[in-house]
């Protein structure tokens, strides 16, 4: 990379901007967008270790597009292995149905809804768990007008399309089938079982996206360890369980406490990529890598959710972390996820360009169907859901619970986060399928610009001019004449 004009201070996204060079790339699509961190990502994009971010439907979804779902450190372990060998037993390309139950109710099936961005829930009777016989789906105009505590058998109703697993189409002729039946949603049958669902949408993406595998194929995910405690037992155990990445997460990763977790955890010699963070500096980024990591994550306070840099004054804008700390780690073999500050697609192609191998996102995607809690909808009608920094007082409740109250209270009086914010759901994209599209979509195009084929010719050619306030805001679109 670099600048058009040498600049005289630290930058963040909104700072900079990318100037198009000569191009042989025809198209947007032949370029590659897979991390090269040895992760197994096919798209370059990471959901926060956050508890209002990832669970197991995002860590599932993300692994099926291409990405990496992080668990959060205070999940607990017994939790993680029952999260775990579930996201293994998601089939790569077929999406995971929502199910009730024939006995169940209307209002069982609108809660449901809220899950995930189908159009519908396949009923199943029999059996138990994931077992039992497919006996129908309820759409939701099926419910439109039926009072809510009615049966589940009282509204649902055959299907228009289904598809076999064992003699399943391509995907191209999947969509084709969809099409032409003029249905959006159709179950996946083995038998009288139900494997999976089909959409539209979802075979498009499917055809589109390489699901991010493990080496036996399955879905792979990531978790965090903290650095308090017994890291290296909590570690091991998390790789027994099949976990494919290990992040180990505080807000100050430049600490002696951090070197001493990682050369731990380093000593066990798991068969997984390390990941450590957070720090905005090459000094920083040599230690952590002299210590074990073979990624570092960067960024101190740019995040949604974090207060760290009004409270302490701590922290570094993005752009100029990720682009110092990506250079040091580039000398070392290794690799920088750039953490936080994400708003738009463009801030995701420029901390590529300034060297990070993948991008992590926390708020951007808490407002989605897929992050973990309820979808709840203000005065206005409008949907969102509750998210809360990893370092605000409600966090650190959660994480310290087994501690005497004592220890609790003088621990929540250290606040660095916001503890309740509402990120409203776009309508136009509510699933963080959707905004994958996008990000990817605005991705690819830049690297198309730059003239590169893939993230390591991105970082090379990408040419950076500084802007003021007034050049970005002649970029943003108007939604209405001036």
Request: aromatic share 6%.
């Amino acid at each position: 990379m670099e600048f058009l004009t040498t600049p005289t201070t630290d930058l963040t996204y909104a700072d900079v901007f990318l100037v198009p060079s000569k191009s042989e790339v025809t198209s947007r699509m032949d370029v590659d967008i897979s991390a090269d961190d040895a992760t197994g990502a096919t798209i370059p994009l990471v959901s926060a270790n956050m508890t209002a971010v990832t669970g197991r439907r995002m860590v599932e979804t993300m692994a099926r597009r291409g990405g990496l779902g992080v668990l959060p450190q205070d999940v607990p372990l017994d939790v993680i292995e029952q999260v775990a060998g579930w996201v293994k037993r998601r089939h790569p390309v077929f999406e995971t149905p929502l199910r009730v139950r024939p006995t169940d109710t209307v209002l069982d099936v609108l809660h449901l809804l809220g899950k995930r961005n189908h159009p519908a829930v396949c009923v199943v009777e029999g059996g138990t768990g994931e077992d039992g016989v497919f006996a129908g789906i309820v759409r939701r105009e099926d419910c439109e007008g039926v009072d809510r505590f009615s049966s589940v058998a009282s509204v649902l109703r055959s299907p228009a399309l289904t598809f076999e697993a064992g003699a399943f189409p391509s995907l191209q002729e999947a969509f084709g089938q969809l099409d032409t039946a003029g249905v959006a949603y159709a179950p996946v049958l083995d038998g009288t079982a139900l494997v999976g669902v089909m959409t539209p949408s979802g075979a498009l993406r499917s055809g589109m996206f390489a699901p991010a595998v493990d080496r036996n194929g399955a879905l792979g995910l990531g978790a965090a360890v903290g650095i308090n405690g017994d890291v290296a037992g909590r570690a091991a155990a998390l790789v027994e369980y099949g976990v494919d990445v290990l992040v180990l997460d505080t807000a100050h990763g430049h600490q002696q406490k951090m070197l001493d977790a990682l050369a731990a955890v380093k000593s066990l010699d798991l068969p997984v990529p390390l990941v450590a963070g957070n720090v905005v500096s090459a000094g920083g980024v040599r230690e952590l890598v002299a210590a074990g990591a073979d990624i570092v994550k960067v960024g101190v306070g740019p995040g949604a959710m974090c207060t760290t840099r009004m409270m302490t004054a701590v922290g570094r804008p993005q752009f100029s972390a990720v682009l110092d700390c990506a250079a040091a780690a580039r000398d070392l073999g290794k690799h920088v996820w750039a953490d936080g500050g994400v708003r738009y697609p463009r801030d995701v192609a420029l901390a590529l360009a300034a060297g990070a191998s993948q991008v992590m996102i926390g708020s951007w995607f808490a407002g989605t169907v897929e992050s973990p809690g309820d979808l709840v909808a203000d005065a206005d009608g409008r949907q969102y859901k509750e998210s809360f920094g990893m370092a605000s007082a409600r966090a650190v409740q959660n994480r310290t619970k087994a501690e005497d109250a004592y220890s609790r209270a003088r621990k929540a009086m250290f606040e660095e986060g916001i503890s309740t914010s509402r990120m409203y759901l776009d309508p136009e994209r509510p699933s963080v399928e959707d905004l994958l599209d996008m990000i990817t979509a605005g991705v690819r195009s830049s690297m198309s610009y730059a003239g590169a084929n893939d993230l390591a010719q991105f970082r090379e050619r990408a040419v950076v001019g500084v802007q003021s306030a007034a050049g970005y805001e002649e970029g943003r679109p108007v939604r209405q004449s001036w």
